[in-house]
């Protein structure tokens, strides 16, 4: 069981910036790769950025060049910058984490989100 617990969420005004954190608990032996992803009212949650390494990155192209991902151990970032009313959404954290090291297959687990607001 995995436990993800973000933070940083509120409200920026268009042009400015905020760092999300998202932490990992409970009982289980690795964690794989960590993520975000964001679903805003209307609209498909979509990805934003994907980590497994600091060379193995991946990010959504509405992001590309103002956002950055990193990870400390079972902590995952985002770094948002020239946050624009259009990332307005709910940031969900996701983490595909292995149980035991007998079984090896990965199972993603989801935080509850943090609300973003970029408005004046």
């Known amino acids: 069981q995995v436990q993800l617990v973000e933070s940083g969420g509120g409200l920026v005004q268009p042009g400015g910036s905020l760092r999300l954190s998202c932490a990992a608990s409970?009982?289980?032996?690795?964690?794989?790769?960590m993520g975000w992803y964001r679903q805003a009212p209307g609209k498909q949650r979509e990805l934003v950025a994907t980590?497994?390494?600091?060379?193995s990155t991946e990010y959504g192209d509405p992001v590309k060049g103002r956002f950055t991902i990193s990870r400390d151990k079972n902590t995952v970032y985002l770094q948002m910058s020239s946050l624009s009313p259009e990332d307005t959404a709910v940031y969900y954290c996701?983490?595909?984490?292995?149980?035991?090291?007998?079984?090896?297959?990965?199972?993603?687990?989801w935080g509850q989100g943090t609300q973003v607001t970029v408005s004046s």
């Open positions: 980590i497994k390494s600091p060379s």
């Open positions: 996701n983490a595909a984490a292995t149980l035991s090291s007998l079984n090896r297959l990965p199972k993603n687990y």
């Open positions: 409970g009982v289980f032996f690795s964690i794989k790769a």
